[in-house]
């Protein structure tokens, strides 16, 4: 079959691989028919290469038809249309049954002590093959892959499995319902579904920050008080205007270790991404080297008293943080990778109606064929030709 796969920093390729096979009763197999290029991919195309062997298929956020069952699988069959969740989790766990399933149990990561394994996501995360394929072997498919129904066209529900409940969990750790003022950094992909979610959960007013100015019209067309990062010299003295004085009661950083505006720590990712794998992993492991400026503004820019939620990844071990003014703000902060399942049923029933409130029939900028995906890589990462969401259609 074909498959993205990564060969080194900026070099992705489409290759043909083997096809994957049952290797556990609890696998299957699925055609895959839509799979997303994440912003978190570009992390693996910029700085984690470290973690990464050339020809690792890439890809987290897929979905399609399965072809094929293990003998423990029995929620879903052959031909069963069906969302794959970026965590793969067992569902029976200890963590998994709290609702964290990105702490599953029974798929950490134990070599270097990580939550639940990941599709496409590096040895951090289980080195697992990845869904920009034309086909995927899911583990754990006795609990794992969504059932959607047939009818709406895939992107209806393509974002269940990483967009969606990223940016609801984003929402719900920002504790927006009982908030009036939300602020995001960052409106890619993730950090605009947080501002509709927080519209459609009753955020009063919704800030979003950013620097393209295409990403900055889309969030501005839906009410959302859209802030060009480099035309605001003070952006926490602009923001404290807004807001009464005071600033937001929740930020939500959607941006991540690759923030614009951090050039010591570019230059380190730069470093990181062409040293060998293992002065690299030690650097990522022993040193600071996230650019931290959207996290170090959502701390400027919060409220005293306010929460801070951290949708965007960060990898640093020992990344500098202002503690001083942390705790002197008396600020909350919740972060992690999303718990796919756990959000499934809040979201789900607004995917079933006519009236999509999300907007996410028309959420995507770019549907290829999984042959252009490098293509694909290249304009979302450089945010060329109005890239935003990117599809693969294998
Ligand atoms: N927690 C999770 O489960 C989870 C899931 C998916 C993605 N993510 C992470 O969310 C983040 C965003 O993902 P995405 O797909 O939207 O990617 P993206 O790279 O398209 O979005 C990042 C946006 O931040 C903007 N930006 C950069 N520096 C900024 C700054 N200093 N201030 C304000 N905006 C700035 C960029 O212009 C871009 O629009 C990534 O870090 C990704 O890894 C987390
Ligand atoms: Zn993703
Ligand atoms: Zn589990």
């Known amino acids: 079959m074909k498959a993205l796969t990564w060969h080194g920093v900026h070099d992705v390729r489409v290759d043909t691989v083997p096809d994957p096979i049952i290797e556990h009763p609890t696998d299957a197999i699925i055609k895959v028919t839509s799979s997303g290029i994440c912003g978190s991919d570009l992390h693996l195309y910029e700085v984690l290469g470290a973690y990464l062997d050339e020809g690792d298929i890439l890809g987290h956020e897929p979905m399609g038809i399965v072809e094929e069952v293990g003998a423990e699988v029995t929620h879903i069959k052959p031909g069963d249309r069906v969302v794959i969740p970026f965590n793969i989790s067992c569902g029976h766990c200890h ?25 496409g996501y590096t040895k951090l995360y289980g080195q697992v ?80 920050v950013d620097l393209v100015p295409e990403r900055l019209a889309r969030a501005a067309a839906h009410g959302v008080t859209a802030l060009n990062l480099e035309e605001h010299d003070d952006l926490p003295a602009t923001v404290r205007e807004l807001t009464g004085g ?14 614009h505006g951090a050039p010591i720590g ?24 996230d650019r931290l400026a959207a996290l170090h503004m959502s701390i400027e820019l919060v409220r005293r008293g306010g929460t801070i939620s951290l949708s965007g990844v960060y990898g640093g071990a020992v990344s500098p943080m202002p503690l001083l003014q942390m705790f002197d703000k008396q600020v909350t902060m919740r972060m992690g990778q999303a718990n796919v399942w756990n959000w499934v049923d809040d979201i789900l029933p607004l995917l079933s109606g006519n009236d999509d409130p ?34 693969l259609n294998p």
Do not use: N
């Not at 996410?360 to 945010?383: C, N, R, S, W």
């Open 95 to 119: 963590m998994c049954g709290t609702g964290l399933q990105s702490q599953c149990e029974t798929t950490q990561t134990r070599e270097f002590d990580t939550g639940a394994a990941l599709l």
């Open 129 to 208: 093959a990845g869904g920009q394929a034309e086909y995927l072997r899911v583990p754990q498919a006795q609990y794992g892959p969504i059932k959607v129904p047939e009818g709406p066209s895939d992107d209806r529900f393509l974002y269940l499995s990483d967009v969606l409940p990223t940016a609801w969990q984003a929402v719900q750790y920002a504790d927006v319902p009982a908030k009036k003022t939300v602020l995001v950094l960052g409106l890619g992909p993730i950090g605009e579904m947080c501002t509709r979610v927080a519209q459609h959960l009753g955020a009063e007013t919704v800030i979003g």
């Open 246 to 259: 005071r600033g937001p009661e929740a930020v939500i950083d959607a941006v991540g270790m690759e923030a």
């Open 266 to 289: 570019k230059l380190a990712h730069r470093l990181a991404g062409f040293l060998p794998d293992k002065l690299a992993q030690k650097a990522i492991e022993t040193a600071g080297i």
């Open 358 to 391: 999300l907007g996410v029939d028309t959420y995507a900028t770019h549907h290829i064929p999984l042959t252009e995906a490098p293509h694909g890589y290249d304009i979302f990462q450089k945010k060329q030709d109005g890239a935003f969401k990117v599809v």
